[in-house]
């Protein structure tokens, strides 16, 4: 997450061009809260610092691309043009388990203590309130483009 956020970050006008021909409003701004969103996710799964809410980015992220982009191309990710949703669905699950398994041993999360109150059961409530905020985002900041 934290690479593709970074590609995102150093060509914020091909993204902002991407989301505008996805059907997103406010395309500059999607761009630069996904740059921004998914550099921070990313790090934070990687070093397991909230890691729970991490995950529940991914979550919302995968939703999000799923339904504006992946949804109609079938399920495998080497169909075109927008690739099947297999890709995102993988994402999404292993965030999941990611969120209720916990960080592990070597994470800022069990370094501060907070490992065991954010995983299991809060772990899989925090991601689901990502997927609700992904509906509510896609509801608020998703049109189908015009063909």
């Known amino acids: 997450m934290a690479a593709h956020g970074y590609n995102h970050a150093r060509s914020l006008d091909g993204t902002t061009g991407w ?9 500059r701004s999607a761009a630069i809260g ?26 919302i992220v995968s939703i999000s691309a799923f339904w504006s982009v992946h949804r109609k ?16 669905a993988t994402l999404a699950v292993s965030a999941l388990v990611v969120a209720v398994l916990g960080p ?6 069990q370094v501060l203590g907070w490992a065991d109150a954010l995983s299991g059961a809060a772990g899989a409530w925090i991601v689901a309130a990502g997927a609700a905020v992904a509906a509510l985002m896609l509801s608020l900041l998703w049109r189908h483009p015009q063909e």
Not at 19 to 25: A, E, I, N, P, V
Not at 37 to 51: K, P, Q, S
Not at 74 to 80: P, Q, T, W
């Open 34 to 59: 996904s740059a921004v969103g998914e550099l921070a996710m990313g790090v934070g799964l990687i070093v397991g610092l909230l890691t729970p809410f991490a995950a529940a980015g991914v979550v």
């Open 104 to 109: 592990g041993r070597y994470s800022l999360d």
């Open 19 to 27: 989301f505008r021909s996805k059907g997103f409003r406010a395309p």
């Open 73 to 88: 191309a079938g399920f495998f990710v080497f169909r075109r043009p927008d690739e099947g949703w297999e890709y995102v």
